[in-house]
């Protein structure tokens, strides 16, 4: 998914997108894309355009062009193929590819964790690592970003001091320190 419809901009079907996959993307036009609550229950559309800001874009799809098509659509995926994607846009890392990677310390190499999630806010994204006891929140940002190999499996992070401050016990699965 590349994000979620979430406003409608002016009178010619102009959409604004929330929510990207990744800080900027890039797609070409005159490409099909799908919009729906899901891929699998959803609709094909052309592209019209794309115009890609930091966290959102703006879209125009061929034969939406009233205020009613356009609320239609709104809170609706949309979706498109990641091999177009991955061609359009060959440098970026895209959220779901950073989960289930291996969260390794680069100044140590020691691991750390498996990363379970990825969460998307307005600020930054922070990433959630499953440390096996504990569960750590760090916020997805350059400064703590060594490298991601993906071929690897491996996320290096520069962590801050201090970090294990930030640690959360696990609860649920297993931890009997935790009621």
Sequence with gaps: MLGVITDKRG??????????IAERIEVPADIDVS?????????KYKLVYWKSGKRSAKLR?????????????MEMGVFVEEDMLKKS????????EIV??????????????????LIMLPANDVIVIDTG???LSLPFVEEFIADIDLNAGKLFLNLPDGVE???????????????
């Design 11 to 20: 009178f010619n079907g102009e959409m604004s997108v929330s929510n990207l």
């Design 35 to 43: 919009v729906g609550y899901s891929e699998r229950f959803s609709h």
């Design 61 to 73: 799809l061929e034969g939406i062009t009233s205020d009613e098509r356009t609320k239609a659509l």
């Design 89 to 96: 846009n060959p440098e970026t890392t895209f959220s779901h």
């Design 100 to 117: 289930g990677l291996m969260a390794i310390d680069n100044s140590t190499k020691n691991e750390i964790g498996l990363v379970a999630d």
């Design 133 to 135: 006891l504990t569960i």
């Design 165 to 179: 401050e930030l640690e959360e016990p696990k609860t649920g699965a297993g931890n009997d320190s935790i009621d």
